[in-house]
Nanobody, 119 residues
Framework: QVQLVESGGGLVQAGGSLRLSCAAS????????MSWYRQAPGTQRDLVAV???????NYADSVKGRFTISRDNAKNTVFLQMNSLKPEDTAVYYC?????????????WGLGTQVTVSS
């Protein structure tokens, strides 16, 4: 069984920084794309950033220049460094990864971590 566990959320003032981590564990053969999504109350879940196994990266326009996604393949972990945070960044942040086991390849999701940015 595969699990994704996020950490690093919290309360921060506007202009501050937070670093999110997401570690994958279980019977993992390989990990392809790793990504971060976020969902504010009453809105849909939106893609924030994605990084492929080859290191290609894409960001949502709203976070370009402020957020940085990275991964540690040896530790099956993806990070999201968030700088210059704004109140509109307040949301639950979810980690998602396309993971292959010996049985199948599929997307797995974490339970989310709350990020609150005060003005």
């Amino acid at each position: 069984q595969v699990q994704l566990v996020e950490s690093g959320g919290g309360l921060v003032q506007a202009g501050g920084s937070l670093r999110l981590s997401c570690a994958a564990s279980g019977r993992i053969s390989s990990i392809n794309d790793m990504s971060w999504y976020r969902q504010a109350p009453g809105t849909q879940r939106d893609l924030v950033a994605v990084i492929t196994s080859a290191g290609s990266i894409n960001y949502a326009d709203s976070v370009k220049g402020r957020f940085t996604i990275s991964r540690d393949n040896a530790k099956n972990t993806v990070f999201l460094q968030m700088n210059s945070l704004k109140p509109e960044d307040t949301a639950v942040y979810y980690c998602a990864a396309h993971i292959c086991t010996v049985v199948r390849c599929q997307w797995y999701w974490g339970l989310g971590t709350q990020v609150t940015v005060s003005s």
